[in-house]
């Protein structure tokens, strides 16, 4: 008996509504949504503006709470810290660093999972030979176009090989090369059992690439289930054959006519889409070497999104490794405190100004029974030592003693 896997993705119930400064309902963003979405698959979430794409979105990522509801991501909660080591996240807006260039930009996310530098470094390389940036990696981020910068934000959701990647308009502003290089990556990725939810108005874009769509319109789902049986036109058969002759077409119409009771409807040459037609003028002025400027021809998917995001045991031996070869402290040392000098010393001057000498911890315990006794001592005389001090640390950097007061007593 094969044993059944549980959902990436389960909502049950799942509304939200924004309330105003009074507590009043304003708006019903998500109703009743129940979803399903299994291992490995291409899932399409469509909707025009307001559908509540986005605000599903949030919640499954744990930035906004449902009102009502249910959601569980791998069988646990979106709140779950070790659920979002699990997830890569490409917004609807590439939020990126603009000063940093694009090799400092996917080492900075890596450095987030704690990868090893080794592994940031190789993961980097790749992801920038996939997504066609490898020539401009030496360019701020601020540069580039908003094409490219989707490009970039895709190489950083997928910098700690997310077992569940969620894309936001993922080919917004790119374009027809970009995107197409973008499906192709998406369709990679799941050949290769990545989960995947998808948002976007591109509706070509998300029939060529999803398993299963569904549709929102006001926070409600409205239809749901596999592309091509929602696509499907049941009531036309369609039939492809290589050209016919005039007088075979002639001899098919008679037959259905005859056979059928029924009219052949359209006859026509099948269309190829503009995509194809557009890519393929691209891929002949890139055969004949035409120079361009911008991102190059994408490579492919980088070896290590194959497997699922886990802490293996190579690799913590190799942070350890690392860590060594700079003399570095384990992790956990780097919490604690750091001592700095001139506070030691300023903490030992109040220490004495208030009469209290050394600490009990810090000053070593004697022996009194074998200690001689000693005659008293009167205390020296400190006020105008105390008084410097106090000035200095109030501030006083003048030097200067302080004035005596004009009367004595």
Request: aromatic residues 4%.
């Amino acid at each position: 008996m094969v044993e059944q896997q549980l959902p990436v993705v389960q909502t049950a119930g799942l509304c939200k509504v924004f309330r105003d400064f009074w507590r009043r309902p304003r708006v019903e963003a998500v109703k009743d949504l129940n979803l399903e979405i299994r291992p490995g698959e291409v899932f399409g979430l469509l909707g025009p503006n307001g559908s509540g794409k986005t605000t599903t979105i949030k919640m499954l990522l744990g930035l906004l709470y449902p009102t009502r509801g249910r959601i569980s991501l791998f069988g646990k909660s979106p709140s779950d810290v070790s659920v979002k080591a699990r997830i890569g996240f490409l917004p609807e807006e590439s939020y990126l660093y603009r000063f940093l260039v694009a090799h400092e930009t996917l080492d900075y996310y890596g450095r987030l999972f704690r990868l090893p530098a080794r592994v940031r470094k190789e993961r980097a390389d790749r992801l920038l030979d996939m997504v066609g940036l490898r020539h401009e990696a030496k360019r701020p981020i601020g540069e580039y176009s908003k094409g490219m910068a989707r490009r970039i934000g895709l190489a950083q959701a997928l910098m700690n090989d997310p077992e569940f990647l969620i894309l936001d308009e993922p080919t917004s502003g790119l374009d027809p090369i970009g995107a197409r290089q973008i499906k192709d990556v998406i369709r990679a990725l799941g050949r290769k059992g990545k989960t995947i939810l998808l948002s976007s108005h591109m509706l070509a874009d998300v029939e060529d690439v999803c398993d299963r769509v569904t549709i929102l319109y006001g926070g409600q789902q409205r239809a749901i289930g596999e592309v091509g049986d929602l696509l499907r036109q049941r009531d036309v058969t369609q039939i492809t054959a290589p050209s016919l002759s005039p007088e075979t077409l002639d001899e098919v119409k008679k037959l259905v006519s005859r056979l059928d009771k029924r009219d052949i409807l359209e006859v026509s040459h099948p269309r190829v889409k503009l995509e194809d037609f557009f890519m393929k003028i691209v891929e002949e002025a890139q055969a004949a070497n035409i120079k361009t400027s911008g991102a190059r021809q994408g490579g492919a998917v980088p070896e290590f999104l194959e497997k699922a995001t886990a802490a293996t045991t190579d690799q913590v031996i190799e942070g350890l490794v690392e860590a060594s070869a700079h003399n570095t402290e384990p992790v956990a040392a780097i919490a604690q405190p750091i001592i700095d000098p001139k506070a030691e010393a300023a903490k030992n001057v109040l220490n004495n100004l208030l009469g209290g000498g050394d600490t009990e911890e810090e000053s070593p315990k004697k022996d009194v029974s074998q200690e001689a006794p000693k005659e008293p001592v009167a205390p020296a005389p400190k006020v105008a030592a105390d008084q410097s001090v106090l000035d200095a640390l109030m501030g006083d950097d003048d030097g200067k003693p302080p004035a005596e007061s004009s009367d004595k007593s």
